[in-house]
């Protein structure tokens, strides 16, 4: 075990003195695709503020969209929404903030920022209901390999009942314009919630 630890330590270095794509510095982009998750029993309860509380597990499919803008090397923008749904409820959520992309040498930064993420849900057993928090979300961006960059973060909401959410995303970068996302996130609220991603980004 000792053995592979170390073998572990001394590739990891290699993997980034590889990389020769490197998008670890540039935040601005478009990303477009599908996402999938699954709701723990009693997981959507929050959302509809208690007034619907699902008995069992679920799952619930849609679409996001992300973006971001490099307002200088290290200030920048960023936006999300996705929606998710299934035949009785649905969650829409969006959010935007604004950060700082700390760069430690040319292939590992580690971005920071904060700002306002909103939920809203339906469902045919109860009304419908929307609430905003504030939140912050750190994280490091690797490039790992030739056109491969991981970034992996983690974000905390606010709200009465909070959000902590584990996120790591995949970028297989093809030229400085085009890329394939794969990404997978782990987030407990009053319950566990799980959810997978793949999309398209394009980089300006």
């Given at each position: 075990?000792?053995?592979?630890?170390?073998?572990?330590?001394?590739?990891?270095?290699?993997?980034?003195?590889?990389?020769?794509s490197?998008?670890v510095?540039?935040?601005?982009?478009v990303?477009?695709?599908?996402?999938?998750?699954?709701l723990?029993?009693?997981?959507?309860?929050?959302?509809?503020?208690?007034?619907?509380?699902?008995?069992?597990?679920?799952?619930?499919?849609?679409?996001?969209?992300?973006?971001?803008?490099?307002?200088?090397?290290?200030?920048?923008i960023?936006g999300?929404?996705?929606?998710?749904?299934?035949?009785?409820?649905?969650?829409?959520?969006?959010?935007?903030?604004?950060?700082?992309?700390?760069?430690?040498?040319?292939?590992?930064?580690?971005?920071?920022?904060?700002?306002?993420?909103n939920?809203?849900?339906?469902?045919?057993?109860?009304?419908?209901?929307?609430?905003?928090?504030?939140?912050?979300?750190?994280?490091?961006?690797?490039?790992?390999?030739?056109?491969?960059?991981?970034?992996?973060?983690?974000?905390?909401?606010?709200?009465?009942?909070?959000?902590d959410?584990?996120?790591?995303?995949?970028?297989?970068?093809?030229?400085?314009?085009?890329?394939?996302?794969?990404?997978?996130?782990?987030?407990?609220?009053?319950?566990?919630?799980?959810?997978?991603?793949?999309?398209?980004?394009?980089?300006?």
């Amino acid at each position: 075990m000792t053995r592979l630890i170390s073998t572990i330590l001394l590739v990891i270095p290699s993997f980034f003195s590889f990389a020769d794509s490197n998008i670890v510095n540039n935040l601005s982009y478009v990303g477009i695709g599908y996402k999938q998750a699954r709701l723990d029993a009693e997981a959507m309860s929050p959302y509809l503020d208690g007034k619907y509380v699902n008995d069992e597990a679920k799952s619930y499919g849609g679409l996001y969209v992300n973006l971001g803008f490099n307002v200088t090397e290290q200030f920048f923008i960023d936006g999300y929404a996705d929606f998710i749904t299934r035949f009785s409820s649905e969650v829409d959520t969006w959010r935007v903030g604004a950060g700082y992309n700390i760069l430690v040498q040319d292939r590992v930064s580690f971005p920071v920022s904060c700002g306002i993420v909103n939920y809203s849900a339906d469902s045919d057993y109860s009304s419908s209901f929307s609430e905003n928090a504030g939140y912050c979300k750190a994280g490091v961006r690797g490039q790992v390999a030739s056109h491969w960059l991981i970034d992996a973060s983690y974000q905390h909401e606010a709200f009465d009942v909070s959000k902590d959410t584990i996120n790591i995303t995949n970028v297989f970068q093809f030229g400085s314009v085009f890329g394939l996302v794969a990404g997978f996130e782990f987030s407990g609220r009053k319950e566990s919630e799980r959810s997978f991603n793949l999309g398209v980004q394009f980089s300006m």
